[in-house]
């Protein structure tokens, strides 16, 4: 067994005895640093539960340098039974510590600093996120994303609100709608709660389930989830589609 492997091995296994605390992330995705400069990106996710409440998200990024990159996002939400309504702007700052070989191949890592301007009544939010991602026997890919969030507010609680998001992928020899990588696999979200006092394992929220990555050579890219409840404290069902374009 390869180093690369026992690596990832470790590391999934890890994260993936931990939790997650209230209703999980409908649009979020298990990420990677993966900055090209120049590169810009402009993505849209929207993702719902059983109950019928969504989220939505527009992305645009831009690769400023072969380390760093800026991020911006709208976020919209909807209650179950209620209209859309505007949450929130984010600026996100991406550093990149640790790249691929040029094949692709090898350990990607990096970390992500952001800040939410919430809407109305809401309280601001900062988040850091470190990103973690492998390629190893050539077909497969993990990643792991360790999230802290906090508020910003006079009233707001103290403590960090943890979450971890793992993916395991393998590239299929088949293509798609003309695509040439197509990918496979499942991804665990786990939200623990607030560091301050963490619930017990039932009442913390863990989803699991399949995604399917699609990447076309004109820069359109595709990514889709279900996820299903594993705990109490998790949504039972999710669905998620985000959809996008690097230019």
């Known amino acids: 067994m390869s180093r690369s492997f026992k690596r990832g091995l470790a590391w999934v296994c890890a994260t993936a005895l931990g939790g997650a605390a209230h209703a999980q992330s409908l649009a ?25 409440a969504a989220q939505s998200r527009l992305h645009y990024q831009h690769g400023l340098s072969d380390w760093y990159q800026l991020r911006a996002i709208a976020t919209f939400r909807k209650p179950a039974d209620e209209a859309w309504d505007y949450s929130g702007l984010t600026l996100e700052n991406w550093f990149q510590w640790s790249a691929e070989d040029a094949g692709g191949d090898g350990f990607n890592g990096g970390l992500r600093l952001a800040y939410t301007l919430a809407d109305g009544d809401r309280s601001d939010e900062v988040a850091v996120r470190v990103t973690m991602t492998d390629r190893f026997r050539e077909d497969w890919e993990w990643r792991v994303n360790l999230i802290a969030g906090f508020e910003l507010a006079s009233e707001a609680v103290d403590g960090a609100d943890l979450e971890s998001r793992v993916q395991l992928t393998r590239s299929l020899p088949v293509t798609f709608a003309t695509s040439p990588q197509l990918r496979l696999g499942a991804e665990l979200f786990s939200e623990y709660g607030n560091s301050r006092d963490l619930p017990g394992l039932d009442q913390q929220a863990h989803q699991i389930g399949p995604v399917l990555k699609v990447e076309w050579d004109n820069g359109l890219f595709l990514n889709t989830a279900v996820r299903f409840g594993l705990t109490r404290g998790a949504d039972d069902q999710m669905v998620r589609l985000l959809i996008g374009r690097s230019f």
């Open 28 to 52: 979020g995705n298990v990420g990677s640093a993966s900055i090209s400069p120049g590169e810009r990106a402009l993505e849209f996710r929207v993702g719902t539960d059983d109950a019928g």
